[in-house]
């Protein structure tokens, strides 16, 4: 976020998540002795006390927007695993001319080498995480939609009046509508990641000899024989107040 701000503004301010859920207030912010806003304290809505990064925070006009740690190191990676593997490649393309010492090439080689398997080990690591989180985000979907059933059963034998049941139906579809706004997101980026981490895979086989190609496509058909990108998230529309169809 840009540093030019008096974030000191935004203090008492609302915090709300990408998705729109309120997530707290600002309570202070931490600043370095250059003056460079480092964290944000923000309270929560039980009064808990949450620090986060001013990176993931975002401000304008229309508020104040944490964003998704997740989300940021998925960007960082799918940024630097194709970026070290280029340079990797390019580096291998000099060898091959003449243009680099074997010993510089094979210092260079595995220094990106152990780049990119560290990076791709915080990947495949990072996407068991976003896994984890769209689990979550399933079970609150589906227990969100045990709850507006309950809600429909219970205004059909009048054990709630008109009122309360448009109040509380309007608090589940919102929720409903934020749930699966983040897991819609969730699967963008896991999927994202993924691929970076497969065109990675094939990169490499692209660039090994033709009869080393042919005995991995026999041994390992699955792995290299047309692989399938992940499907793409499905939306979910929720029903509007005032029909009470389920």
Known sequence: MSQNSNLFLFVGKQVEDEYGRVIGKVATFVVTPSGRFDSVFMEQGDGRFIKHSVEHLKVDGTGVTLLSKMKSEAGILCDHIPLIWRKDQALHELSGKKKISPELYDQLHNCFDGALTQLKSEAQKLGEDIDKEISRCAEEIKALNYALIHLEIEREVGKIDDKNYESAFTIIQDNLKHVNLEKSDLE?????????????????????????????????????????????????????????GI
């Open 188 to 244: 963008v980026t896991k999927n994202k990641l993924s691929n970076i981490l497969l065109g990675d895979k094939l990169g490499k086989v692209e660039n090994i000899g033709t009869k080393a190609k042919e005995q991995i496509s026999r041994s390992s058909t699955v792995a290299y024989s047309s692989p399938e990108l992940p499907e793409p998230p499905v939306v979910v529309y929720v029903k509007e107040i005032g029909k009470t």
